[in-house]
């Protein structure tokens, strides 16, 4: 891919995140905070590809994303070590969530780990428009 090429993929991402976020509150206000959660994780997901894409990664799994993530922006503190622990439990919420019917979290919960994810992605939105100039 080219330069050009991940930095439109990095906008795509960041649009992506962004929809899921906005699924998510819908999710919780109609009620289905489980659910709410599998959408927070991908916005989580989407923007950590972005920021990935913007510093020249191609990550093409969700592991692979998890760990050039944290190898090029955790590790060197250019984000907080909690953000490596927020994208494993959002990762292992949503498995959960869609695995296992013993799963349980309440509108509270949902909505804390939902703002934790809309602070990552606004984060990452900051540090990608920095990164491009903008």
């Known amino acids: 891919m080219t330069e050009e090429g991940r930095q439109e993929s990095s906008v795509e991402e960041l649009s992506l995140a962004d929809e899921e976020l906005s699924a998510a509150d819908s999710l919780l206000r109609a009620g289905f905070a489980r659910v709410s959660l599998t959408r927070a994780y991908f916005a989580v997901f989407h923007a950590a590809r972005a920021r990935l894409y913007a510093a020249g990664f191609e990550p093409r ?25 927020l994208m494993a439990r959002l990762q292992k919420y949503r498995e959960e969530a869609d695995y296992s019917r013993a799963f ?31």
């Open 61 to 85: 799994t969700h592991a692979g994303v998890h760990h050039l993530f944290n190898l090029h922006f955790v590790k060197p503190a250019r984000f907080e070590p909690g953000t490596s622990r």
């Open 104 to 134: 349980v979290i309440d509108a509270a919960g949902a909505r804390e780990e939902l703002e934790a994810a809309r602070a990552f992605v606004k984060t990452v939105r900051a540090q990608v428009g920095s990164a491009r100039g903008g």
